[in-house]
């Protein structure tokens, strides 16, 4: 079950963490004994005491002095009930007033992205974090060709997804989207503007959104937190 890549503390911490949030320990529920976690996981029983620790440090859990370990009621940004589509906060949520724009500036076409905006000197750097409720629910990376980036207002992007802005404020034609889903430890600087632990798992999302011409005019790269976000999508099958 446990990767030899990350502590095996953390990645428990983790483990158990999600069963929480998915609800496969209401709260209220006594949980197993350590010396029961321990013989379940194979590990040793100091590392279940740190693991549960830190969900302890996280109110996750409560732990009483000679009768066990219970599941506490979920902080308000962990419950179910504020799940977000992340679908819907790429391309049609409209965010509230604590979206802040961190970076806003013309750049060189940065090394990685060379490839793709091959036709492109300069892009415009939009660095953007929504909130909710005081927390942080996603960080992205904007890479925009200027002559867009520099006709949307801040007031703009403090409140709609780049696709929105593009296809409704601007009136830019669009052609089609290529969407890359990824799972992955959060990186440094990601945990940080998250507010979350160094290598929490996120969802990373890149896009290339391409215009009538077929020219790549803009990349997200966004970071979502795991424990607030569900992906869902249809097919449409009638007439296959």
Known sequence: MFSDKLPITYQLAQHLRGEIIRGTYPPGTKLPTEVQFASDYKISVITVQRALKTLEEEHLITRKRGKGTFVSELPPHLSKSKSLSTLDMMFSEEFNNETEILERKIISVPEHLSDVFSHEKELMFIQRIVKKEGVPISF????????????????????????????????????????????MPAPIEVSKKLDISAMEPVLFFTALLYEKNGRLIDIPEIYFRGSQHKFSFGIELAGR
């Open 140 to 183: 992205t990376n904007h890479y925009i060709v200027p002559e867009y980036g520099k006709r949307i207002p801040v007031s703009k992007l403090k409140r709609y997804p780049m696709f929105r802005i593009l296809r409704e404020n601007l009136d830019i034609p669009l052609l089609n989207v290529e969407i890359s889903i990824e799972a």
